[in-house]
C-alpha cells in the first residue's frame, strides 16, 4: 500500500502540552498534506509541504518532512481542547492521489 | 465563497431504493472527488473529475454512478446498494487536479443502507 502510516493511533495530552504525530509512506511523492477531522465531520486541509521542503510551519503547526527516509511529522504546540480531533497524513503520490494514512486520534484534556 | 456543500446531510435508503447525493463549490475548482469513510477509517478514494471528465474511478462497483453536469456541480447516484455501502461519504474539490493542490472537503453525507 502506497498509504501513510500514522503512529500514534491514539494520543491523550492535557492542554499546553505539545502533541508530536509521525507518518511514513512508501513511495515517491509529489507533496505531503496534513488534515484533521473533528467527529464525524468533513476533513479541513492544515498544511503542505512540498518534496523539496524540509520543514514548514502555520501558527501552532509545524511540520517537517523526510523524503530520504520517507517520513513526516506533525508538531501541535500548545495544544487547545479544541484541537481534539483526528489527524491525517495524506502523501500525493506522482500519480496526483490524495493516500490518506490511517490517522491519529488526539485528545486534548482541558 | 470557500465552501464545499453537500446535501443531503444523512440518507437511509433500502437495498432496492435509487437516491442521489449532491455536491457544489464555487470556488472556481476544475477538480473534484467524492470519497468513501468507514467509521475510524481513512477516507478512500472512489473518483476524481477533472475539467468535468472522469479521470479516475477506483474500481468501483456500477451501483455507484457519478455524474459532473457542469464545473460546480458533482453527484453520486445510488442504485441498489449494499448494507456494507453505509458509510459517510465526502466530496472535495481542488483547483486542479493533482500536483500542489489541497483539497476543500464538504461536511459529507452519512448513508445508511437498510
Known amino acids: 500500500s502506497q498509504q501513510g502510516e500514522e503512529d500514534p493511533q491514539a494520543l491523550s495530552i492535557q492542554e499546553g502540552e505539545n502533541a508530536t504525530m509521525n507518518c511514513s509512506y512508501k513511495?515517491?511523492?509529489?507533496?505531503l498534506q496534513w488534515y484533521r477531522q473533528n467527529s464525524g465531520r468533513g476533513l479541513v486541509h492544515l498544511i503542505l509541504?512540498?518534496?523539496?521542503?524540509r520543514e514548514k510551519h502555520s501558527g501552532r503547526l509545524r511540520v517537517t518532512l523526510d523524503t530520504s527516509k520517507k517520513s513526516s511529522s506533525l508538531l501541535i504546540t500548545a495544544s487547545r481542547a479544541a484541537d481534539t480531533a483526528s489527524y491525517f497524513c495524506?502523501?500525493?503520490?506522482?500519480?496526483?492521489?490524495?493516500?490518506f494514512g490511517q490517522g491519529t486520534e488526539l485528545s486534548v484534556k482541558p | 465563497d470557500t465552501e464545499v456543500t453537500q446535501t443531503p446531510k444523512h440518507l437511509v435508503m433500502g437495498m432496492t431504493n435509487k437516491k442521489s447525493l449532491k455536491c457544489e463549490q464555487h470556488?472556481?475548482?476544475?477538480?473534484m472527488y467524492w470519497y468513501k469513510q468507514k467509521a475510524k477509517k481513512p477516507p478512500e478514494l472512489m473518483f476524481v473529475?477533472?475539467?468535468?471528465?472522469?479521470?479516475i474511478n477506483e474500481s468501483v462497483p456500477s451501483r455507484f454512478s457519478p455524474e459532473c453536469p457542469n464545473s460546480s456541480l458533482l453527484n453520486l447516484h445510488l442504485h441498489a446498494l449494499q448494507p456494507e455501502d453505509s458509510a459517510l461519504y465526502l466530496c472535495?474539490?481542488?483547483?486542479?487536479?493533482?500536483?500542489?493542490?489541497?483539497?476543500?472537503f464538504g461536511p459529507g453525507t452519512r448513508l445508511t443502507v437498510l
Open positions: 509541504i512540498r518534496s523539496n521542503e
Open positions: 513511495t515517491s511523492i509529489n507533496n
Open positions: 473529475y477533472s475539467y468535468e471528465k472522469l479521470s
Open positions: 470556488m472556481g475548482h476544475r477538480a
Open positions: 472535495a474539490s481542488s483547483q486542479l487536479s493533482g500536483w500542489y493542490n489541497e483539497q476543500f
Open positions: 495524506a502523501p500525493l503520490n506522482q500519480g496526483g492521489k490524495l493516500i
